[in-house]
């Protein structure tokens, strides 16, 4: 009788515990900047405005957060570094600086080791695309980049040629509505340009959780 009991107890605490994984949200970890390493991906959620409010409402990061920005990093000697495309273009920027842009937490991806032999080719992509032009047209392929376009790049460059991350259709469109966002009206007729809606791109949210990466949690 003891037995069964035991039995019926460690069954209910078996289920209690099931349950509880399936209703609590998965917590992610503290990242200390020490233990970063090249090839790391910081994710971020920039306060930049109506933009970056529209590029958030239509993409998804990693249990549903906001990101609408990212970046790599690059370790040279005693410091730590993020290459990045932003304002005018790929820059290299101190890991207070990109912190600093906002208060809101930055969250931490890392290859999975079976691809660790592509970071050094992707970092050394990247480097080589400094200076490059920021791309204002959101078009893959024109010679230009965003952020997360550079980082898409680079790793297809490390993996061969082949895609690593993906591609997806972009949306410039308020969600469950055909309405372009006035943002991306006012943007795109200032450069002369039709909105590239439905052609291929990639973003932060989306690329936050690609199988290719497990995150780390959040840098402290």
């Known amino acids: 009788m003891n037995c069964l009991i035991s039995n019926v107890k460690t069954g209910i605490g078996q289920a209690l515990l099931a349950l509880l994984i399936i209703i609590l949200p998965v917590t992610v970890s503290a990242v200390a900047q020490k233990d970063l390493k090249n090839g790391d991906i910081i ?108 980082i898409y790049d680079a790793f297809k460059h490390a993996n061969g040629g082949k895609p690593f991350f993906k591609l997806f259709p972009m949306t410039y469109k308020e969600p469950g509505t055909d309405n372009f966002y006035l943002v991306w009206e006012a943007h795109f007729n200032k450069l002369n340009l039709q909105i590239p809606e439905g052609l291929p791109g990639c973003n932060p949210g989306g690329m936050s959780q690609s199988d290719k990466i497990r995150v780390l949690g959040f840098l402290n």
């Open 43 to 150: 994710f971020q959620d920039l306060d930049c405005g109506p933009m970056c409010d529209a590029i958030e409402a239509v993409t998804e990061g990693y249990q549903g957060l906001d990101f609408s920005h990212m970046g790599i990093v690059y370790l040279r000697n005693d410091s730590i570094l993020v290459i990045e495309s932003i304002g005018k273009g790929v820059v290299l920027t101190p890991i207070d600086r990109f912190l600093n842009r906002t208060q809101k937490q930055h969250l931490v991806g890392r290859l999975k080791p079976k691809y660790n032999g592509l970071i050094p080719q992707a970092l050394g992509y990247a480097l080589l695309c400094m200076d490059m032009p920021y791309d204002d047209d959101f078009l893959y392929g024109n010679g230009k980049y965003y952020c997360s376009e550079l």
